[in-house]
């Protein structure tokens, strides 16, 4: 399938890659068979936010959907060819503009939520174009967190693990810019002591400045 790559990102064990199909509009995310979904670095580590690459995908997906993210493909092989680059005019045209982003008003979605959704309708993907401005995490100060607003008025704070963004954001000092973010919603969380119930978490997956 031919994808256009829109998110590149760290997650537990390895990367989370993520476009769309340039042949249906549709979202997808690759993922191996491995349980964690993680795919090893090594393999995707010189993919770049749009990139054009034919992704061979096998005809099944994982049944039930993994943690409500109904995008997940199973991969083939790991023979990827990048053919090409989209421009970002042209990435624009799968901006969406719906608000709030992915369910909900705060940084996190209420697995209640997604279970009262028809698994058909889960979605876990979405590409916004917003002016943004990024902080330093108060708990990690090693990574950013993209301040947005929806088009509600609602402002968010999401964690930013897009792989390649960090030395930009260091040079730019968090000042706003106009970006087309990719945002992720990751699988159910908890804290290790339980202090709160599970919870699926927004990402900051991929950072396109205009």
Not at 25 to 52: C, E, H, Y
Not at 62 to 72: F, G, I, L
Request: charged share 25%; aromatic share 6%; hydrophobic share 40%.
């Amino acid at each position: 399938m031919r994808i256009v790559i829109l998110a590149n990102s760290k997650r537990q064990g390895g990367r989370c890659v993520a476009g769309i199909s340039l042949d249906t509009g549709d979202w997808i995310r690759p993922v191996p068979r491995s349980d964690s979904r993680a795919i090893p670095s090594k393999l995707v580590a010189n993919l770049t936010l749009l990139d054009i690459v034919d992704v061979p995908l096998s005809g099944d997906v994982p049944s039930p959907p993994d943690s409500y993210q109904r995008e997940n493909h199973f991969v083939d092989d790991w023979d990827w060819k990048t053919i090409g680059k989209l421009s970002t005019k042209k990435a624009m045209a799968f901006c969406e503009t719906g608000a709030p982003i992915l369910y909900s008003a705060t940084d996190r979605v209420k697995c209640e939520t997604l279970d009262a959704l028809a698994p058909r309708d889960w979605k876990s993907l979405t590409l916004i174009h917003t002016e943004v401005s990024f902080e330093k995490d108060p708990y990690k100060p090693r990574d950013w967190r993209a301040v947005v607003h929806d088009g509600q008025g609602n402002l968010l704070r999401l964690k930013v693990t897009d792989m390649a963004i960090g030395p930009r954001l260091c040079e730019l000092n968090g000042d706003a810019t106009d970006c087309l973010l990719t945002v992720s919603l990751g699988g159910p969380w908890a804290p290790d002591d339980q202090s709160l119930p599970p919870m699926c978490y927004k990402l900051v997956a991929g950072v396109i400045e205009l």
